[in-house]
């Protein structure tokens, strides 16, 4: 019997709250963190919304501690300071005591900084400090950085498979603990805003130049959103021994592929389907027993569609409350899948439903519209939590509450 | 076999097929270079084992499609932000390769990227090994990875590679800092039991992470004991060497190890990059299924030996990650 998955910690910044704990306070006050950028160089500062956490790159780095150090991009220090509150509400002060992994996830590692010198790097007549960001140019800087910063030396690790790669990350972590090759494992993604992923979604036509909305009639792509979320893993038997607090349990996750079209889903959610369906089963939970689902929801025209359908058919009539908490913290593509893990943990432990903001009018091709009310008191003990990506990539993971 | 190619360049370029054969040309114009490269290793491997639509695929990729994202920064910059061509963008995206192969193999199956660095193939090839243990009945692993000029050239800023121009051929006679640049995709189909086509087992992995000091001479002592195995039980050991002096000392451990081991170095036909490890698992694997090694290829080598049941591989990528595994004879130990 392969070992059961704990969450013991987790750590997260957000445009809505540089921790879990003002996340949840911005989720309660349905305060939405979009707006217009303050930090990114686009012709589109004023056009298209974002949600980018309230911060200079100085001031993340004072809240990192690594204030006066070189070469630690955004993407970087977003990670860390996820990554200290991980820690530290996992209890662990030595990660060395207990080899830990750090499985990561990124789409475009270091690129918020590197695109800013890309030019000066590939011009030889041109020299400078610049140069020290040549190895944050790919997705592993930012992993081995917080890892190096805080002591993580197991199995160390990153995955991009576009939106659903922290997901994937918290997915893989799971199952290295269950075969036995680590106890504990740390996992999530980190995100920043970049110009490069700013207009690579508007040229496919993927922005709304309004707050996103999700589920309804009238929604017109998606926002950009920033941030990072880390997890902590725990074998069964590593938690009992150390006394963890159990925050849930990971008891079901399903990976699958659209094997589609590289960047839309099929119009009748046939993987998002599947990935809902094998994760619950995996869970050993029915479909009776989810009380939430936060939906991948991201406001594009297919998304919303083709997840929607996926919903239907697979709770028939009775489909349970669902949002998408996009509005909130926008589309932190690499970060969302463990962000979103995050707030399905809340939902379990709060007994709350979390509303699906700026909806207003139901989609003609569905018969369901989502949760927009602030549903508090709740009985929520399962939880279903997408995360679809480009390349056909979907991933659901199913949290449920720690019942002992 | 091929005879031993050589390039003076310190970029050693991967050799591309004639893709109609593989990918139809409608599609084709479409695909930049590392697309073209990672579906048609894919489908060569798919075609050779035979296995039909896989279980899962697994990749691992230290950089994606290197001339895509190079192209989308240029776009935003001529264009202003402005009535972008989205192509680039999405092939640029880590996944897109495999994205492709599902589309084409119609495969509904498990589906992940790794993108880091030294360990992207690694851990792609762990991560199917976990799934075999779960009962995926097979999978298509590899690895992709291209080098531009213009990478080339960034990378040479921080001294990755030789300032002096050598030939590859001649790769370990010139020891200095910096090594060579190398690309290339390589696919395997795995399954958790052997076939008669098997090429060979996997019968370790381990990975480690910027290790302390003094390794690997005993983590390589250490790797063998766990399976119960003596230095004398290698028959040939391929290694990583690149003839970069910054990170030699790692490799030259081998020597006090392995004392009279054969020992076969790859770099001087893959070229250093971050996927190398697995151009030398394709090697291993070559030479396990056909009892020799393709002698053309190592003229620096003095003398093979006979038959080979074992082979260790030790890799390292600029002294960061490092990767032991044990490749065996299909069948040896009873599959």
Redesign the interface.
């Known amino acids: 019997m392969a070992e059961r998955v704990f969450i013991t910690g987790m750590g997260m910044i957000t445009a809505i709250g540089d921790t879990v704990a003002a996340n949840l306070h911005s989720l309660r006050q349905q305060q939405s963190g979009l707006g217009y950028t303050r930090y990114l160089d686009?012709?589109?500062r004023e056009v298209l919304p974002v949600a980018e956490v309230k911060h200079s790159d100085e001031a993340l780095k004072e809240m990192a501690g690594v204030h006066g150090l070189p070469q630690y991009t955004r993407t970087t220090l977003l990670g860390l300071i996820a990554m200290q509150e991980a820690l530290q509400q996992a209890g662990i002060n030595d990660p060395q005591q207990e080899p830990t992994g750090f499985i990561n996830a990124?789409?475009v590692g270091g690129m918020c900084d590197t695109?800013r010198v890309?030019?000066d790097?590939?011009d030889?007549a041109k020299d400078g400090t610049f140069?020290q960001y040549?190895?944050t140019?790919?997705?592993?800087d930012s992993?081995?950085r917080i890892?190096?910063r805080m002591g993580l030396?197991g199995?160390?690790?990153?995955?991009?498979?576009?939106c659903s790669s922290s997901a994937?990350a918290i997915m893989?972590g799971a199952?290295?603990v269950k075969?036995g090759l680590l106890r504990r494992v740390v996992c999530g993604g980190t995100e920043a805003l970049t110009?490069?992923t700013l207009?690579?979604f508007?040229?496919?036509k993927n922005i709304d130049r309004q707050p996103c909305r999700p589920f309804d009639q009238q929604r017109n792509g998606l926002n950009l959103g920033e941030g990072a979320a880390y997890l902590m893993l725990e074998s069964e038997t590593l938690a009992r021994e150390n006394g963890s607090t159990i925050l849930a349990e990971l008891s079901g996750y399903c990976?699958?592929?659209?094997?589609?079209?590289?960047?839309a889903p099929s119009p009748e959610g046939?993987?998002a389907f599947?990935a809902m369906q094998q994760a619950l089963a995996m869970s050993g939970r029915s479909i009776a027993d989810v009380q939430y689902v936060n939906v991948h929801g991201t406001a594009t025209l297919n998304n919303d569609v083709s997840e929607g359908k996926a919903l239907q058919r697979l709770f028939g009539r009775q489909v349970p409350p669902f949002s998408s908490t996009k509005p909130f913290t926008g589309h932190a593509l690499a970060a969302a899948g463990a962000i979103e893990a995050i707030y399905s943990i809340l939902a379990i432990r709060q007994g709350i439903v979390f509303p699906n903001l700026n909806f207003s009018e139901q989609m003609e091709e569905l018969e369901i519209v989502p949760e927009t009310r602030l549903l508090e008191q709740q009985p929520v003990c399962t939880v279903i939590s997408n995360s679809f990506?480009?390349?056909?990539?979907n991933a659901s993971l199913v949290i449920s509450k720690y019942e002992g | 076999m091929q005879p031993l190619e050589h390039s003076n360049s310190n970029l050693l370029k991967a050799r591309e097929p004639d893709y109609k054969a593989y990918i139809p040309a409608n599609s084709l114009r479409r695909m930049s270079r590392m697309l073209k490269i990672g579906l048609t290793a894919a489908l060569k491997c798919l075609q050779d084992s035979g296995m039909g639509a896989p279980g899962a695929i697994v990749t691992g990729t230290g950089k994606g499609s290197l001339q895509d994202t190079e192209r989308f920064l240029k776009d935003i910059r001529q264009y202003n932000e402005r009535a972008l061509n989205p192509t680039p963008f999405i092939q640029s995206t880590y996944n897109a390769v495999n994205g492709m192969i599902a589309v084409q193999q119609q495969c509904t199956t498990y589906n992940n990227t790794f993108v880091h660095r030294g360990f992207s193939f690694e851990h792609a090839l762990l991560d199917s090994m976990l799934l075999l243990q779960e009962g995926t009945p097979h999978t298509l692993t590899g690895a992709f990875d291209e080098m531009t000029e213009e990478h080339c050239f960034i990378k040479s800023r921080i001294g990755l590679w030789k300032t002096e121009k050598v030939n590859s051929a001649q790769l370990y006679d010139h020891p200095s800092p910096g090594t060579i640049a190398g690309e290339g995709a390589v696919f395997f189909a795995l399954s958790a039991d052997a076939a008669a086509q098997s090429y060979a087992r996997i019968a370790g992995l381990q990975l480690f992470y910027k290790p302390q000091p003094g390794f690997p001479a005993a983590a390589l002592s250490a790797f063998l004991q766990q399976h119960g195995l003596t230095p004398q039980d290698i028959d040939l050991v391929l290694t990583g060497r690149n003839a970069d002096s910054n990170y030699a000392h790692f490799y030259q451990q081998l020597d006090a190890v392995f004392p009279g081991t054969c020992q076969l170095p790859f770099k001087h036909l893959c070229g250093e990059y971050e996927t190398a490890g697995a151009f030398a698992a394709w090697l291993g694997a070559h030479i396990l299924k056909a009892q020799q090694v393709p002698q053309q290829w190592f003229p620096m080598v003095q003398a093979f030996p006979r038959r080979m049941e074992r082979i260790l591989l030790y890799n390292h990528f600029f002294g960061e990650q490092h990767v032991l595994m044990l490749l065996e004879r299909a069948g040896a130990c009873g599959g």
């Open positions: 686009t012709i589109y990124s789409t695109e890309y030019f790097l590939i030889p140069l040549i190895d140019l790919d997705c592993a992993t081995q890892a190096d030396t199995y160390i690790t990153t995955i991009s498979t576009a994937n893989y199952r290295l075969q110009g490069f207009n690579g508007n040229s496919l990976n699958s592929n659209e094997a589609f079209h590289p960047t046939d993987g599947t990506g480009f390349g056909g990539n």
